[in-house]
Structure formats: structure tokens, C-alpha cells
């Protein structure tokens, strides 16, 4: 069974800086508070620790909102960036998460007792927790060789947690031009039919690896250069919880449903069986980490 390991130094960092936040909870952020003038530093406590990481340079402009976190594109050292910034757990429109966290084995009983509590201590560790298993999955996800983006941030978690509660990874597509989802992108047939066979096999390719994602649709699914990326991996979850064959059920209707915009009808049994039918075949090639 999986198991998250909550010791005190994991989530030391994550308490202390809980503690000096105001009573209100942490929403959106706005580009403005992000943003610096030459020569000053962000008034934004998130953006200026990233920034003395090394992680970023500069915050260029805000990409999306959701319904967990706000998406930014930024620069640093390697080039562009996607910085995700979590919102605070008490500020988001999605918090029913236990249907993705069934089947987890805490260990540190304390911990488990905060959590399910939701006691400020237990909000810090659901928020850090939901962040590393982002960075966790993302990092695992791209070793193995499937289309998600780099993670730019570890690979350890001791360098990725310095980053709570934001995560990132290398930007799809450019500054002036970002990858759009497949929920808004315009598709020619042929495209479309590309893009159709390479969900496919992304949600087979998971699913050979003993995952499913928990929000598989063209919400979450880049499209750049005729390539579909996917993204958002905080909710994916293993075998180990008792509701996988229900969400991998789930994830293929959306998918299949999703896809209509762009002229496939197909139902979501026969996206299942499709999918089920590919995760018999070959894996992708394992990237090469270097050190």
C-alpha cells in the first residue's frame, strides 16, 4: 500500500509559514502583488523565495485561475517557466478530496488525527501535501518517459518542498504564444483524430504504470505542435485506492465527452477498452536523468 511519511521536519517549514500568514485565507493572487519594478523585490512572500531559490527571475504575466490555483508564466535560469501557485485549502472551490486519498497509509498518527481534523496544523499538511504529490507525480511521470511537462524543481523533495505552495515546471509553448488546452483548441480532422490517438495512449500509458489521473478530458490536456501534454497530477492516484476502476471509468467518459467539440463521437466503454487494450503494449522510452 502507498504510504506519505508526515514527519515534523517535512512539514516544519510549511507550519511556520502558516503561522505568519493573516487569519484570512490565501486566494488569488494578483499579477500586481507578483510583479516588481527594476530593482525591488516582489511583495509577494512566495515569489521572492522562489526568486532567492534561483528558481525565478521574473513574473511576466498571469495565464489562468482555477478552481485550486492561479498559473502564471514566469522566467528564470532555464527559460520559461509555469509557476502554480496554490491557493490557501480554505479559499478553494474543490476541496473534497478524499475520494483521490483513499487507500494513502499515514503513518505518523498525530498527523492523521490534524488532518482529518482540518486543525490549522492539518490545513498545512493537506496543502503541502497536495503540492509534493504534484512534484512527486510529475517527476515520476516525466523519468518514465510519458508527455508531461519537465518539472523544474527537485528532483529531491527536500529542494521541491522549498517551493510550497507552488510548483514548477518548464513552460509549454512560448511567452508570447502558450500552448492552449485541447478544450480550445481549433483541430482539423486529421488533427483532431492525432490528437484523439495521442489522449489515448497518454491515459494508457498511465494506467500501464498502475495510475489513473482523477480529471482526464481536453481541460487537461495541452496541444502544441501537434503534440497533446498532459497536465495537472495532484489528484492522480494508484491501484491502492479502493475507487481506481470507478475513476478510471470516469476518466474515459470525460474524456470521450470532451472530445465531441471536435467531431469524434465515441462512447465512453469503447474509450475505456481502447485504453485498456493499448496499456497491454509497449512503454514509452525512460528519459535519461543526467547528474
Avoid at 503561522?19 to 490565501?26: A, D, F, I, N, S
Avoid at 485506492?241 to 471509468?249: A, I, V
Amino acid at each position: 500500500m502507498s504510504a506519505r511519511w508526515l514527519d515534523d521536519e517535512r512539514w516544519g517549514e510549511s507550519e511556520q509559514r502558516l503561522r505568519r500568514k493573516k487569519h484570512k485565507p490565501q486566494g488569488r493572487r494578483r499579477l500586481s502583488d507578483l510583479t516588481a519594478a527594476e530593482g525591488e523585490d516582489s511583495g509577494d512572500d512566495i515569489i521572492r523565495r522562489l526568486t532567492d531559490l534561483g528558481h525565478l527571475s521574473e513574473v511576466v504575466a498571469e495565464l489562468k485561475s482555477g478552481k485550486e490555483a492561479t498559473a502564471y508564466v514566469a522566467r528564470g535560469p532555464r527559460g520559461s517557466v509555469l509557476v502554480k501557485i496554490y491557493r490557501d485549502l480554505e479559499a478553494r472551490s474543490f476541496k473534497n478530496d478524499s475520494v483521490y486519498r483513499e487507500g494513502q497509509v499515514i503513518l505518523d498518527q498525530r498527523a492523521k488525527k490534524a488532518m482529518e481534523g482540518r486543525t490549522r496544523r492539518g490545513l498545512a499538511m493537506l496543502q503541502t501535501d497536495w503540492v509534493l504529490a504534484e512534484y512527486a507525480h510529475l517527476w515520476a511521470l516525466w523519468r518514465a518517459g510519458l508527455a508531461v511537462p519537465e518539472p523544474l524543481a527537485g528532483p529531491y523533495p527536500v529542494d521541491y518542498a522549498e517551493t510550497v505552495p507552488a510548483v514548477l515546471m518548464r513552460l509549454i509553448g512560448t511567452e508570447d504564444e502558450v500552448a492552449p488546452r485541447l478544450s480550445d483548441a481549433r483541430l482539423t480532422p486529421e488533427q483532431a483524430a492525432s490528437a484523439w490517438s495521442q489522449a489515448l495512449g497518454g491515459m494508457a500509458d498511465l494506467l500501464r504504470l498502475g495510475y489513473v489521473h482523477g480529471d482526464y478530458s481536453t481541460y487537461n490536456l495541452l496541444w502544441w505542435e501537434d503534440t497533446v501534454t498532459i497536465i495537472d497530477f495532484p489528484q492522480l492516484t494508484t491501484r491502492q485506492n479502493p475507487n481506481f476502476q470507478s475513476l478510471l471509468r470516469r476518466d474515459a467518459e470525460s474524456l470521450a465527452t470532451s472530445f465531441r467539440k471536435h467531431g469524434l463521437s465515441v462512447s465512453g466503454d469503447q474509450t475505456l477498452r481502447e485504453v485498456q487494450r493499448r496499456a497491454l503494449g509497449p512503454a514509452p522510452t525512460p528519459r535519461v536523468m543526467l547528474p
